[in-house]
């Protein structure tokens, strides 16, 4: 879906805002877990309980009611505003997405803005930080799949090569799991240290204010646990391996998959060329599976976009800090980024802590409906402050 709210100056860049329809399923066998039906949008205790509700329902709806909420009041926007909503996000968003952008490029070759969900306001745990931490997206990692394989002779067990098929392919992820990608800070969270510097404990602010000197600690910090370390650098994971048949006859093939999520400055056509030099072994082949996606491009931080989304995410909520980061999943966002490359933003303006995001395409999602007050008084200030 395509709202187009056609703006009174047609030499302003439009601001498009993103939000997505569909939802992920309840799996089999959890409905019962719920404490409210997961389709029955039902109120109790100060929550709305469904699934979508945190994702990404409250964006769609928060974005419609802030519009019905402005147009109520007179207001008739200078810049054109674009709603669009998608439909396939959840299994990677080509029809939705896909089209959506591509039609909004013929209409409007330039955007002043994209914001699609994304961070969230985080109110425990950001970098021991005690107030809640507004997380805005700048840029997503890319995604790339492998498919490492090598054949042997078959034949009886008994008589066995030095190596078969399943013994080479096991080495080439072995060492590619022994050899992860280089860690480094400039894939997004150094950015988000550096807006971060005033507010961290004062031990901690020496090192964050000279990533120039403490680099190295900070990454060893960050490198052990997957979380951080999936913010630090491109990943290497193994996700599935076979070969053979029968346990006494060699195998003739052999194969493994290893998905790599590319941290932005990461290009594929560079992962795979350190994939083949890493294996150095000329009888695996190495090749693509499906097309990936490369990492998006990193919108900027010190340009008028993201200072009015920062005053606005400010303005509603008056006790978080902002900061940029770089999202680790994937979003719609990242197939309209050639749109606005330097201005696409990924957040969505709740209050979470690390439990309710756990929840998202968990048991029982529910939105406080207080809460939900706050989205559409976000997108109403936005649409405001952006003419
Ligand atoms: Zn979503």
């Known amino acids: 879906m395509l709202y187009e709210w056609p703006g009174t100056d047609a030499t302003l860049k439009p601001l498009l805002l993103l939000a997505h329809q569909d939802v992920v399923p309840v799996l089999p066998g959890t409905e019962a877990q719920w404490t409210r039906p ?46 669009a909503f998608g439909h396939d996000e959840e299994t990677m968003g080509q029809r939705g997405a896909g089209a959506l952008a591509a039609l909004i490029g013929q209409r409007y070759p330039q955007l002043e803005m994209v914001l699609d969900e994304g961070g969230t306001i985080k109110t425990d745990g950001v970098a021991g930080i005690r107030q809640p931490v507004a997380l805005v997206g700048i840029s997503e990692k890319g995604y790339l799949s492998v498919v490492l394989s090598a054949t042997g002779q078959g034949g009886h067990s008994s008589m066995p090569p030095p190596l078969t098929s399943v013994g080479r392919v096991a080495a080439a992820v072995a060492r590619l799991e022994a050899a992860p990608f280089p860690a480094r800070l400039d894939g997004g969270i150094g950015s988000t240290f550096t807006y971060l510097t005033p507010a961290v404990p004062i031990g901690q602010r020496l090192v964050f204010a000279n990533q120039w000197l403490f680099g190295p600690l900070i990454i060893k910090k960050l490198a052990a646990a997957p979380a951080t370390n999936a913010a630090v650098r491109t990943t290497t994971a193994p996700t599935i391996i076979s070969g053979g048949a029968k346990d006494n006859v060699l195998p003739i093939a052999a194969s493994a998959t290893v998905n790599f999520r590319l941290l932005p400055g990461d290009s594929s056509a560079a992962v795979l060329r350190r994939v083949r030099e890493i294996i150095n072994d000329p009888l695996v082949q190495v090749r693509r599976l499906g097309a990936g996606q490369e990492a998006s ?54 209050l979470m802590d690390q439990k309710a995001i756990d929840s998202m395409h968990g048991t029982n999602e529910r939105l406080r409906t207080a809460a939900y007050r706050h989205v559409i008084q976000f997108y109403a200030a936005l649409i405001r402050n952006m003419q």
């Open 38 to 83: 997961p389709f029955g949008g039902q109120q109790a205790g100060g929550y709305l309980y469904g699934r979508g509700a945190l994702d990404d329902k409250l964006n769609v709806l928060g974005q419609l009611e802030a519009v019905e909420c402005l147009l109520r009041t007179g207001f008739r926007p200078r810049r054109t505003v674009l709603l």
């Open 297 to 350: 491009p990193v919108s900027r931080t010190d340009n008028a976009a993201f200072g009015t989304l920062h005053r606005t995410i400010k303005s509603v909520f008056p006790q978080a800090l902002v900061a940029p980061y770089t999202v680790l999943g994937a979003t719609d966002a990242r197939t309209y980024a050639h749109l606005c490359p330097q201005a696409t933003y990924r957040f969505s303006p709740l």
